[in-house]
């Protein structure tokens, strides 16, 4: 057995432990479970940590266990929640799940049929044939009032700003959760429950419920919330979450995500969402530390990151689409552009609106830089530049002769002009 908590310490991803968790994991082979949100069909990087924290415990020798929260996804989490999240039906949750395992897959091995295959369950399985009745005979009974109130999730949703307070439906859902680990106790021989900082509360209630109804002994192991140096919330970009599903986020985006890390962050990140050894991240700090103009963290932070989640093309694809704007690309590697990385790298780029028609006719270089588009201010403005050497259209100099027709297209859409070297201009043809 590798040393686990060990190897989770010195990179940063420790907040909490049972006693004796450590020794524990070194006796033998054992079983941990972490939980995810089936509410959406892709995880994001806010759910890397949890992944990672599996991801090692594998890696060491043990059997992780992957939990998707059919049930508890109908309930709803009061931990750092100020509402209660929507409840979806049984077919879109078997839907989200199957979306969950395939990118988990990426990090753990479900099918080698090694001792320590990862296995994934959804609690729904155990809870949908479980009444009410039952529930609150066999294991409501065991759990008071009184240790529920005492949980900071519960306490900061009675006394924070909203004045909605907490349904019972979420006041219930720490001992819906408290009973998986029970659940997973008795029936997959998994002892230890691990999450993030703010799930201390729910999984605590679970080694309470195996103390108390299976006279056992369940261990728990939490990791800190990742923020960032700016104060800013880690894992959300301008436009919402960064989604580890590439339909949702690209590549590219995803990889420039990582790429404009700050080099604090960056430090930090390295250690957490990579599986890079301790000499090679040390290493790659110091370099760092001595010309960090050259961003060395960053890249390869970014790196290894979108290589784990998509894979090497991917990466290959998102280096080459940085590229488009930052260093120096051909027409073939923006013809290489799917439309939707093409429409990421030029976002916020001016464009107008021309007729495909007028371009399938021939359109004059000149009036698309002028006239038809304004992206310079006159025709005479236009011949300057083009004597000058400094226009390009989709990545090639042209000169006043230039006639831009339907074969110069993009995707069979865009045209992409440009002054000099940071100047960009988009042409659509609709």
Known sequence: ?????????????????MPQTEEHLMEAMRSAYVGFDPTADSLHIGNLVPIMLLAHFQRAGHRPVALVGGATGMIGDPSG??????????????????????QLSQ??????GAENQALMVNNYDWMKEFSFLDFIRDVGKHITVNYMMAKDSVKNRLTGESADGMSFTEFTYQMVQGYDFLHLYKNNDCTLQMGGSDQWGNITTGTELIRRIA???????????ITKSDGSKFGKSEGGNVWLDSNRTSPYKFYQYWLNTSDEDAAKYIKIFTFLDREEIEALIETHKEAPHQRALQKRLAEEVTTTVHDEEALKKAIAASNMLFGKSTSEDLKSLDEATFLDVFEGVPQADIA??????????????????????????????LKEN???LNKEKVGEDRTIQSSDLINDTFILLQRGRKNYFLIRAV
């Not at 989770?8 to 909490?16: E, P």
């Not at 100020?82 to 395939?102: F, I």
């Not at 006279?215 to 919330?225: F, H, N, Q, R, S």
């Not at 698309?368 to 530049?385: P, Y």
Request: aromatic content about 6%; proline content about 1%; overall charge neutral.
């Open 107 to 112: 990090f753990l091995d479900f099918t080698s």
């Open 356 to 385: 495909k028609t007028e371009i399938e006719a021939g359109l004059d270089v000149i009036a698309a830089l002028a006239e038809k588009t304004g992206f310079l201010k006159s025709n005479g403005e236009a011949r300057r530049a």
């Open 1 to 17: 057995m590798k040393n686990f908590v060990e190897e989770l310490k010195w990179r940063g991803m420790v907040h909490d432990a």
């Open 215 to 225: 006279g056992g002994k369940g261990y728990a192991l939490t990791c800190p919330l």
């Open 81 to 102: 929640k100020s509402s209660e999240r929507n409840l979806l039906d049984e077919e879109t949750l078997r839907h989200n799940q199957e979306c969950v395992r395939k």
């Open 390 to 392: 400094s226009i390009s």
